[in-house]
């Protein structure tokens, strides 16, 4: 879809770091913004008063999402892993149950996320997904598993989307753009840092990048010294 025809887009998950830097691309852009978060998280999205709208709700709620998406040219989804009631599951299925047909869906995750197998991963980043998701079930925070299931569905979708896997972050200026390639483990992404408000810039432009439908990009700061050694700012690898 081309930035002229991109004139309304909802952020889910809109209080939180990442949201709250898509948010500010969004209005750089132009674009009307609506922003969905709990209702308790409302107060964090204060700076944008009077120039987005807020639906509050659990955005796993699907009559939320549906008020929330109804009219939008573009959806950016933050996938939280949080709780224990599939919370990231039951957030995409309603993006992409009441999103409209040929709106552009972006979602957001980590770069545990594989969506053909050919993702190559180190021992440590293995198990330290594989602590976090334990621990964080015993503790009934964090539900990797369930960001995995929301995947598996939004890959199986006929929608237009894009699943954006970040690397580990960073608070910072913008770098700029990220590079991106089709598999971890790629010596593109060796560096495993991105900038937060890069990694929502990025979520933003694949709103208006066709080249991006239907693919599940992992992202590294374009600075970074493997991003420098293997490709030019803003390029796949």
């Known amino acids: ?64 999402i549906r008020r929330a998406v109804e009219g939008c040219d573009g959806v950016l989804t933050v996938l939280a892993p949080w709780g224990v009631r599939q919370y990231s599951s039951g957030t995409a299925q309603a993006v992409l149950d009441h999103a409209r047909p040929d709106a552009r869906l972006v979602f957001s995750c980590g770069w545990h996320i594989t969506r053909d197998g050919k993702d190559s991963y180190s021992r440590m980043f293995t198990l330290g997904v594989r602590i976090a998701a334990v621990l964080g079930k015993l503790v009934r925070a964090v539900e990797i598993d369930d960001q995995v299931e929301a995947c598996r569905r939004i890959f199986a979708s006929d929608s237009r989307w894009t699943v954006v896997r970040g690397s580990s972050l960073e608070e910072g200026e913008s770098q700029g753009l990220p590079v991106w390639s089709r598999h971890v483990g790629d010596p593109v992404l060796a560096s495993d840092l991105t900038r937060r408000v890069d990694f929502a810039l990025f979520m933003v432009e694949a709103l208006t990048d066709d080249t991006l439908v239907r693919e599940a990009p992992a992202i590294v700061g374009c600075r970074t010294p493997s991003a420098l050694a293997h490709a030019a700012p803003g390029e796949r690898a």
């Open 1 to 64: 879809m081309s930035a002229s025809r991109m004139k309304k887009i909802c952020v889910v998950g809109a209080s939180g770091k990442l949201g709250q830097y898509m948010v500010r691309h969004a209005l750089d852009r132009g674009y009307e913004v609506v922003g969905v978060c709990r209702e308790k998280s409302v107060p964090k999205l204060a700076e944008f008063e009077g120039r987005i709208t807020v639906v509050p709700g659990h955005t796993n709620d699907p009559e939320v």
